[in-house]
């Protein structure tokens, strides 16, 4: 590995509604793969769960995403190869410890990819190499996606996803 793999970037995508949030999270989705994980934070509704919906259905799962607030982590499977992504809220956690009570170890080392919300509420407990993105709101419909990579593979992806907005895919 060398230096400039470790090197922490910034992305920044605008949206300007629901659809093409939905849209941006499909073509993460289609780039996850096992292992990745994905931390979401932005306030009450930013549009984690807008852009999730979008990330499920690039992943490849015929289910409609809900969000997990009361159950705190759902499991879509996609149709191709039943792997699994997990979709965790963390926003009703009242300490850190409780990443415990969701049973964040063994999705972490469960086959499969991970998207969370309010993901700063367990970020001590989240591995480094993760795409974290945070929403901002500047406008009604307007939404504000910053992509940080701070390994490898993080790096790899959002670059990945770069190129592909700058050839207009
Ligand atoms: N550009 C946009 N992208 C995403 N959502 C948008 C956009 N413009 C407006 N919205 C609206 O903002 C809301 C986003 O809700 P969503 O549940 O995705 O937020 P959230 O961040 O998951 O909230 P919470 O913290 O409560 O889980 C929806 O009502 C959606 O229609
Ligand atoms: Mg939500």
């Given at each position: 590995m060398t230096k400039?793999?470790?090197?922490?970037?910034?992305?920044?995508?605008?949206?300007?509604?629901v659809e093409s949030s939905e849209a941006l999270g499909e073509a993460i989705g289609r780039l996850l793969q096992n292992q990745d994980v994905i931390s979401l934070n932005g306030p009450l509704g930013?549009?984690?769960?807008?852009?999730?919906r979008g990330i499920a259905r690039g992943?490849?799962?015929?289910?409609?995403?809900?969000?997990?607030?009361?159950?705190?982590?759902?499991?879509?499977?996609?149709?191709?190869?039943?792997?699994?992504?997990?979709?965790?809220?963390?926003?009703?956690?009242?300490?850190?410890?409780d990443a415990e009570t969701i049973g964040?170890?063994?999705?972490?080392?469960?086959?499969?990819?991970?998207v969370i919300e309010w993901a700063d509420r367990i970020a001590a407990w989240l591995p480094l190499d993760r795409v974290e993105i945070h929403i901002a709101q500047p406008a009604d419909e307007t939404r504000e996606f910053s992509f940080t990579?701070?390994?490898?593979?993080?790096r790899e992806l959002i670059e990945r996803l770069r190129q592909q907005r700058e050839g207009g895919v």
């Open positions: 400039s793999q470790l090197q922490f970037m910034v992305f920044k995508i605008t949206t300007d509604g930013a549009g984690k769960t807008a852009l999730t992943w490849g799962t015929p289910d409609r995403v809900t969000s997990p607030t009361y159950t705190l982590v759902n499991e879509y499977r996609r149709a191709a190869d039943a792997q699994t992504l997990f979709h965790l809220d963390c926003y009703r956690l009242s300490s850190a410890d964040l170890d063994d999705i972490l080392a469960a086959e499969g990819a991970v990579a701070h390994g490898p593979r993080s």
